[in-house]
């Protein structure tokens, strides 16, 4: 029998996770520019045109939950390919940890400027 | 007794001339996830500009006058921005398209059809971006 050969964490959950984010961003991604590509112009966005869209809770919704499994499947990605690379002990450590610092940023700015639009009140 | 069998380095791309249909999808899908990943980020960047475009005048908005506005119609004004959109285009279609397929190898689904699905995602991408040229380009000239 061939002996446990991988570079991820046995018992992990990263991997399924990166699946069930693959499966929800196919479809978004998809709708995300067809949206905006097709139905409306990108050389057409306006401010009151975005702002309307983000003023259904709907819409917000699906843009949060797009933000977070883009940010998670991207950067949790990017993670495997340097592990896959060869990264290991004190420097995977710190790349792991810049990368969740990166991802946070991220979110915040996203869901802040997502607020901006809908007239919701940030607190960060 | 045990066997194990040491790949080396995984990601060896110095051996990229032998590399199989299979290695070729697996060296694209991790191209594009690292151009998609970079442009969330400066997606994001550029969006934010609706923050203090947010508290701008209501007549500065109504008249479309804001930075939010005023940045992205700039941007698309470029010809290279709206080019640099094709490329993005191809390259968000060629990750889904092979992404579908890597999750039905995963199933364990059309094992033996790898190779064509690969050529098939290779192929729906080409045809996708060369529709989608009129499109993206719409206003640029």
Request: aromatic share 14%; hydrophobic share 55%.
């Amino acid at each position: 029998m061939a002996e446990h050969y991988s570079s991820f964490t046995k018992g992990g959950r990263l991997w399924l996770w990166q699946r069930i984010t693959a499966a929800f961003l196919v479809v978004v991604l998809a709708f995300h520019f067809f949206l905006l590509h097709f139905v409306n112009h990108a050389d057409e966005v306006t401010f009151a045109m975005s702002q309307a869209r983000m003023e259904s809770l709907s819409y917000y919704s699906l843009m949060i939950l797009f933000l977070v499994t883009a940010t998670f499947h991207g950067v949790n990605g990017v993670y495997n390919a340097l592990v896959n690379q060869g990264l290991t002990g004190t420097k995977r450590q710190v790349v792991k940890w810049t990368l969740v610092a990166a991802s946070l940023l991220l979110l915040v700015q996203g869901v802040r400027t997502a607020n901006a639009w809908a007239g919701y009140t940030t607190f960060f | 007794m045990s066997q194990s069998y040491n790949r080396g380095l995984i990601e060896d791309f110095g051996r990229w001339r032998e590399f199989s249909a299979g290695m070729w999808a697996w060296v694209f899908h991790k191209f594009t996830g690292w151009v998609l990943v970079g442009y969330l980020f400066t997606h994001i960047a550029v969006l934010s500009t609706a923050i203090p475009a947010s508290s701008q005048d209501a007549a500065v908005l109504a008249a479309n006058g804001d930075i939010y506005t005023e940045t992205i119609v700039a941007l698309e004004s470029l010809l290279v921005v709206r080019i640099l959109e094709v490329g993005l285009l191809a390259v968000a279609v060629f990750h889904i398209l092979n992404g579908l397929r890597l999750l039905l190898v995963d199933l364990g689904i059309g094992l033996e059809s790898q190779d064509k699905s690969f050529y098939a995602s290779l192929i729906l991408t080409g045809a996708i971006t060369v529709a989608s040229v009129p499109t993206f380009l719409a206003g640029a000239f």
